[in-house]
């Protein structure tokens, strides 16, 4: 049974917009830090942002390809993670994944799948004209 669930993808197109969701009905995200992936048609799922927990210092990270455009928002009322992505270009194209991790160092660069325990079925973004 999948711990977290990912909605919002679909189809787009270039320099459009969309919000990702990674909600969960069994962990309160908050306390945990959260990571978003993307795996690119015939390519490996790579680590694109990620956040700590609310109970330390606020930190974010984003790799380059993605920093100015993409926005991780927590709404803890909600048990939500949103990925807010802008200016949405073909390469963004390809099945995003959030996850949980239990420790704050697994947020600090570049996410790694190892440092996550738990994930979500992914949902398909496709930008295209």
């Known amino acids: 049974q999948l711990q977290l669930v990912e909605s919002g993808g679909g189809l787009v197109q270039p320099g459009g917009s969309l919000r990702l969701s990674c909600t969960s009905s069994r962990f309160a995200l908050q306390q945990y830090p959260i990571g978003w992936f993307r795996q690119a048609p015939g390519k490996e799922r790579e680590g694109i942002s990620c956040?700590?927990?609310?109970?330390?210092?606020?930190?974010?990270y984003y790799i380059d390809s993605v920093k100015g455009r993409f926005t991780i928002i927590r709404d803890n009322a909600k048990n939500t993670v949103y990925l807010e992505m802008n200016n949405l270009n073909v390469d963004d194209t390809g099945v995003y994944f959030c996850a949980r991790a239990t420790v704050p160092s697994a947020c600090f660069l570049q996410p790694r799948e190892d440092d996550y325990i738990d994930w979500g079925q992914g949902t398909q973004v496709t930008v295209s004209s």
């Open positions: 956040t700590r927990s609310v109970t330390g210092p606020t930190y974010y």
